[in-house]
């Protein structure tokens, strides 16, 4: 299973940055990929997920309208646009992987994580 985050890095309050998730294709076709995030001193979260039982996204309340979740072409690499953001975004954020076909924003149901991304939120 292969599972690198990458695009995290210092913005400002408001502005955008996108993650990317790279994968392989037999990460891809047997996973279900969901991103979460962990803020110094805070709990994981579980931010958004896409789900191949029926196409739905799944969005924590916190980011909802502000973060979109999508996947290229060639379906190997998962994305989180992060828009409009404010300081409490500030967090290590990962990417996980779970099996089937189901999203979930629970931690324990990955099995397989990258080493996260940091995104720093400051003017």
């Known amino acids: 299973v292969q599972l690198q985050a990458s695009g995290g890095g210092l913005v400002q309050p408001g502005g955008s940055l996108r993650l990317s998730c790279a994968t392989n294709?037999?990460?891809?076709?047997?996973?279900?990929i969901g991103w979460f995030r962990q803020a110094p001193g805070k709990g994981r979260e579980g931010v958004s997920c896409?789900?191949?039982?029926?196409?739905?996204?799944y969005y924590s309340d916190s980011v909802k309208g502000r973060f979109t979740i999508s996947s290229d072409s060639a379906k190997t690499t998962m994305y989180l646009q992060l828009k409009n953001v404010k300081a409490e975004d500030t967090a290590r954020y990962y990417c996980?992987?779970?099996?089937?076909?189901?999203?979930?924003?629970?931690?324990?149901?990955?099995?397989?994580w990258g080493q996260g991304t940091l995104v720093t939120v400051s003017s």
């Open positions: 996980g992987a779970r099996p089937g076909i189901h999203c979930s924003d629970v931690w324990n149901d990955y099995d397989w």
């Open positions: 294709r037999f990460t891809w076709d047997r996973y279900t």
């Open positions: 896409a789900s191949k039982s029926d196409g739905s996204t």
